[in-house]
């Protein structure tokens, strides 16, 4: 039979097979729309936070209404005392609390410091980083810039002035990224782990259907051609599949999200590329070592959440036992992350990812080897049988 | 036999099921034991430690040196390069290689001489958001460390030049109290939400398999049997032998967490083993219901998948609820896991009362209104079983 009606077959299977369509067409799509969803306002903005102010003169109240100036938060000022704000912290009714203490303004003409304070559930760390934040750059800058010029000029002890200045300053820039926003953070990686698990599980269903029926007689293409045919059909179909799938999340989806692409496009459709042959070749091998349609889905799953978290990108990989740096280095997903982030996210030359780009094609290499030398075996063993 | 009796029948039928599956053991033992063992190793230090950060010192003075012996005292950091121009270093920042770059500039050391409050200035990758905030307050905090202790400027500002003093006074104290984790630590706050985000995926997926399972064996008559021709009994009894693995998994995860590690539970065991327990119902119905779809093995499977797998994105740990727009807010209430992952976290914090978390509760229980559908799509097939 020509390669061409070949190909036209092992695309009937594939299309003709509704669960796997579900996976590999319905799940790219609706992830692509519905993953980016919980960050779309890509920063933390107007948490709700109690401010309690006790001394309730008007410099307080300049200090309340510039926190309610910030972005990050939204001031609340219906509390009357800590408890009661506390109570609220506890009902999620706010986010954290602040507290201008008695005696405020009359204690800072006196030069005594008076300490403004700031409370927050530490078990949301955007919250309580946007909190302390946006407290930090209200009252630290704002208010001191502003008032301390005349009051010094009156009352403040010059012994309080020495011990406060800084001899020097420390200024922070942001690159990449720069108003580190969560979109661009977490959805260009997880776009690189969605396409590939959704690949392996239709590749794992496909070979894993596809030995099956071979097991009890039923006979196909994909038993009458040579394994290295068979194999040569797959990577067509699906880095075909995945390819258009590729174009779409980096092309289409990035730019309805608003994630920076930044790479040259050659670079990134050979990177791509190179990602696209890695995971084709573990697909190919898993389909082999399922031996029924039903394990990839639940396999394949349950290491999405372990595969994202050790990639790198969200905790370091300085800060893991090396064990797991080499297991998850078995998945075309950990280079593939690395490589693309520094690529489209960061303006790398071509260079700076050849460690990746050379980890992906040892993947290939291994995984497309071990595909055939099983496949082959598999083949002998169950034409014996039949 | 009475209904109790029919519900255990079906307990042990299924009990026999499993045993006979080597699949369906390891899906209730060593899987869920490697996946936990997993996410507890990759956070296990908690807070990043030694992170690589690059050096441009351009001053080569005695007194830039000290500032870089105080970054290297820092354990969240160590200094693995130094370069002579910004250029090279961001060279190696983009790379990821290092993931900041501190810059000091020409002159350095003279010009604090002269209180002329240079700056250090630090480059961040902000791509890499957590392990940059990490940095960030490290820097800031060696530098105001180191600042507060050079005594010839203060005697400057005191005796010469007093305005500089004035210019960067700051005379209000902030005080910053993080309620609950109030170690800052990021396995408490990843690892805490990560763990029952990965058991819910266990606690719906197992079930599908033991549901699927028993259709593609032909078992469902014996099942039926078992419990005295009660669908309803037959159905719980099957319930239950997972109720029982479940619960233990995930008690046995939250104490591992609050009492294993040194983390405080402030909250109610009972309240959190009454959600644990309404969350398992709540996911072996969703299970029932997934399968009754298409009374479909594989299909069921790919819709599980596709409706658990963002489970812990979804959770509005990493990013707040309040911040979600509607349609990110309306899929973080359509999984279970969400709420009771409100109610978890709210016990181990500060022990919430229950009219607190009532809502969440009232979430969950919503869940249970699936079950005349669910029953009904199981009754109208049941007939053709016997």
Same mark, same amino acid.
Do not use: K
């Given at each position: 039979m020509s390669f061409l009606r070949l190909l036209r077959e092992e695309l009937l299977a594939i299309f003709k097979d509704m669960d796997l369509l579900l996976t590999i067409f319905g799940g790219v799509l609706l992830y692509a729309f519905l993953y980016p969803q919980p960050y779309l306002k890509e920063a933390v903005t107007a948490l709700p936070v109690a401010v309690v102010d006790y001394d309730k003169s008007d410099m307080s109240r300049e200090i309340t209404f510039m926190l309610d100036a910030s972005p990050q938060i939204e001031v609340d000022s219906?509390?009357?005392?800590e408890k009661s704000a506390k109570e609220a912290i506890i009902n999620n009714e706010v986010s954290a609390l602040i507290i201008i203490p008695e005696h405020f303004k009359q204690d800072l003409y006196l030069g005594k410091e008076p300490v403004i304070s700031v409370g927050a559930d530490a078990s949301y760390f955007l919250i309580y980083g946007g909190v302390v934040e946006a407290t930090m750059h209200s009252v630290l800058t704002e208010s001191a810039m502003i008032q301390v010029g005349d009051l010094l000029k009156k009352s403040v002890p010059l012994v309080t002035a020495k011990l406060q200045y800084t001899p020097f300053k420390t200024e922070f820039i942001n690159t990449f990224n720069t108003t580190a926003s969560y979109i661009n953070y977490v959805v260009p990686a997880v776009y690189i782990l969605i396409l590939q698990q959704t690949m392996l599980i239709g590749m794992g269903m496909m070979g894993a259907t596809q030995s099956q029926q071979m097991r009890v007689g039923v006979g196909g293409y994909y038993s009458r051609e040579r394994v290295s045919t068979v194999m040569a059909l797959r990577f067509i179909s699906f880095g075909a599949i995945y390819f258009v799938h590729m174009l779409f999340y980096f092309g289409f989806t990035f730019d309805l999200f608003g994630v920076p692409h930044i790479a040259k496009m050659g670079e990134l459709l050979l990177f791509g590329f190179s990602f696209l042959m890695a995971s084709l070749s573990l697909g190919v091998l898993l389909g082999a070592l399922f031996k029924e349609r039903i394990y990839p889905t639940p396999v394949i799953l349950l290491t999405s959440l372990p595969l994202v978290f050790t990639?790198?990108? $969200?905790? *370091?990989?300085?800060?893991? *036992?090396q064990w797991l740096v080499w297991l998850s280095s078995l998945s075309p997903s950990t280079p593939g992350i690395q490589g693309f982030l520094r690529l489209n996210?960061?303006? $790398?030359?071509f260079d700076q990812v050849i460690g990746q780009f050379g980890l992906l094609w040892t993947q290939t290499a291994v995984y497309s080897v071990s595909a055939y030398l099983l496949l082959r075996a598999q083949r002998k063993w169950y034409l014996q049988d039949v | 036999m009475n209904y109790l009796q029919k519900v255990m029948g079906a307990a042990q039928e299924e009990l026999s099921a499993i045993r006979e599956s080597w699949y369906m053991l390891g899906f209730l033992s060593w899987v869920p034991l490697i996946g936990f063992a997993m996410i507890i190793a990759i956070f296990l230090e908690g807070v990043p430690r030694e992170l690589p950060v690059g050096v441009v010192d351009k001053d080569h003075s005695q007194f830039s040196r000290m500032q870089l012996s105080r970054l290297e005292s820092s354990a969240t950091l160590q200094i693995r390069d130094y370069y002579d121009s910004v250029a090279d270093a961001a060279h190696d920042l983009s790379g990821g290689d290092i993931y900041a770059i501190v810059i000091i500039p020409e002159h350095f050391e003279q010009r604090v001489r002269q209180g002329s409050q240079p700056a250090i200035t630090v480059m961040l990758n902000t791509q890499f958001i957590l392990m940059s905030k990490v940095l960030k307050s490290a820097f800031s905090s060696v530098f105001m460390e180191s600042a507060a202790t050079i005594d010839y400027v203060t005697t400057l500002a005191e005796d010469e030049r007093p305005e500089l003093a004035k210019s960067a006074v700051m005379p209000i104290r902030l005080q910053i109290t993080p309620f609950f984790n109030t170690y800052n630590n990021y396995f408490l706050f990843l690892v805490s939400a990560m763990l029952p985000a990965f058991w819910s995926i266990l606690v719906m997926i197992t079930m599908v398999i033991s549901i699927g399972e028993m259709f593609k064996n032909g078992r469902e008559k014996r099942w039926l049997e078992s419990a005295g021709g009660s669908l309803s009994a037959a159905m719980l009894g099957k319930m239950l032998p997972y109720v029982a693995v479940q619960m233990l998994w995930g008690l046995g995860l939250v104490y591992f967490v609050y009492g294993v590690m040194p983390w405080p539970f402030a909250g109610s065991w009972l309240i959190l083993a009454a959600a644990m327990l309404l969350t398992i119902i709540i996911y072996q119905l969703l299970a029932y219901g997934f399968y009754a779809i298409e009374y479909k093995y594989d299909a069921a499977l790919s819709f599980t998948a596709v409706f658990t797998a963002p489970a812990f994105a979804a959770?509005?740990?990493?990013?707040p609820l309040m911040n979600m727009g509607d349609i990110a807010v309306a899929w973080h209430d359509l999984l279970p896991i969400s709420h009771y992952i409100h109610i978890q976290i709210s016990q181990a914090n500060y022990g919430a009362p229950l009219e607190s978390i009532g809502s969440s509760f009232a979430y969950l229980a919503l869940f249970l209104s699936v079950t005349p559908l669910v029953y009904w799509r199981y009754k109208s097939q049941s007939k053709g079983w016997m």
């Open positions: 219906s509390y009357l005392s990639a790198g990108f $969200v905790w *370091p990989l300085e800060s893991m *036992p996210q960061m303006g $790398v030359s | 959770m509005g740990i990493t990013f």
